[in-house]
């Protein structure tokens, strides 16, 4: 079972379900120093001072919800963005479909995951579309 599952991590599901479907795929970061400096300068989880490191490394996108790992990001230069950025660009990449989003993101409330009116409102215009 998936440790974010586990730990009632509310994107968990969101997530197991891409990397069943190999859309996304899960890696280790090869920079262990930088994750480590990472850990020590501010109040990450390793989970997302790997995230950060392993985007420096592929000079990809971090998706992050926490803002302190936003924060660190843009400190570093590493390009970050949200969960909702990633259901989106999976839309319009066409790997999900807008109606398994808006249900993803109805689960993911409901078990807990939190984001504004303003953003949740923004979102749902753009699965309306």
């Given amino acids: 079972m998936n440790r974010g599952r586990i730990l009632g991590a509310?994107?968990?599901?969101?997530?197991?379900?891409?990397?069943?479907?190999?859309?996304i795929e899960v890696k280790e970061p090869k920079e262990a120093d930088f994750v480590d400096q990472l850990l020590r300068i501010s109040n990450l989880h390793t989970a997302e001072?790997?995230?950060?490191?392993?985007t420096r490394e592929l000079d990809g996108i971090a998706i992050v919800d926490e803002g302190v790992a936003r924060q660190v990001a843009r400190i570093f230069g590493i390009q970050a963005h949200g969960t909702i950025y990633l259901l989106l660009r999976l839309v319009y990449r066409g790997k999900l479909s807008k109606k398994r989003v808006r249900r993803a993101v109805e689960e993911m409330i409901s078990f807990g995951w939190r984001l504004t009116a303003e953003e949740y409102a923004k979102l749902i215009e753009e699965l309306e579309v």
Avoid: K
């Fill in 10 to 23: 509310p994107d968990a599901l969101v997530v197991e379900q891409l990397i069943g479907r190999s859309i």
């Fill in 49 to 54: 001072a790997q995230v950060l490191a392993l």
